[in-house]
């Protein structure tokens, strides 16, 4: 079963507007992380923004922030006032307790903001 | 930004060969890992290291070997390159959940191979 699940392959966004890329998870240990990577065109990998299973208010990081729903097993991304550098490919990720340090990552969602 | 670096950048090579790409880190970071990206797939996992001359397998390792003999460098060989091994090649880096983070993990810039 995937473990990590973006429905969303791609999404558009105007400049200055903000946007949500949806990530579900799949796991039934209590303690594990989810994070949010960011590829631009470029191909490198950007680590945006880490909340674990038991913090209680939702990580933000400058204009990112993860809307993190433990009941429906949900951890999206908000970025707040798209930019145009923005446009890139976006992971979720998750790491298990019995995962070992290990990273499983979603297929993706792609970006494009638009002026 | 982490100190990793991925050696070669891009690599062009034939049916049958091997090949080694290697990782270097100047970070001290205990965990290291190698993935491949592909289209529709994401980031798999091939192998991972806790520790000098600690590795294990991840997903998709079949065809694929790794060694650690320093901290800071991680290799990749593929004993017998196969055309479905065409793929980019990233490197990464963790000090591992606990006190130190969450085990987010930082990555290098990617290795491009391409076997003919």
């Known amino acids: 079963a995937q473990k990590i699940t973006q429905t969303q392959p791609g999404m558009f966004v105007q400049e200055k507007e903000a946007v949500t890329l949806d990530c579900t998870y799949d796991t039934s240990d209590p303690s594990y992380g989810l994070f949010w990577y960011k590829q631009p065109s470029s191909g490198e990998m950007i680590f945006l923004i880490y909340?674990?299973?038991?913090?209680?208010q939702n990580a933000t990081e400058g204009r990112y922030s993860l809307n993190f729903q433990k009941a429906r097993k949900s951890a999206n991304l908000v970025i707040s006032a798209s930019q145009l550098g923005d446009s890139a490919m976006y992971f979720c990720a998750m790491r298990e307790a019995t995962g070992f340090q290990k990273l499983v990552f979603g297929t993706g969602t792609r970006l494009l903001v638009s002026p | 930004d982490a100190g990793i670096t991925q050696s070669p950048r891009h690599k062009v090579t034939e049916t049958g060969t091997p090949v080694t790409l290697r990782c270097h880190q100047t970070e001290n970071h205990r965990y290291m890992y190698w993935y491949r990206q592909d289209p529709g797939h994401g980031l798999r996992l091939i192998h991972y290291?806790?520790?000098?001359?600690?590795?294990d397998k991840g997903e998709v390792s079949d065809g694929y070997s790794v060694s650690r003999s320093k901290t800071e460098d991680f290799l990749l060989t593929l004993e017998s390159a196969t055309s479905s091994q065409t793929s980019v090649y990233f490197c990464?880096?963790?000090?591992?959940?606990?006190?130190?983070?969450?085990?987010?993990?930082?990555f290098g810039p990617g290795t491009r191979l391409t076997v003919t």
């Open positions: 290291s806790y520790g000098v001359k600690d590795t």
């Open positions: 990464a880096i963790s000090e591992g959940f606990g006190l130190a983070g969450g085990g987010e993990q930082y």
């Open positions: 909340q674990g299973s038991y913090d209680q």
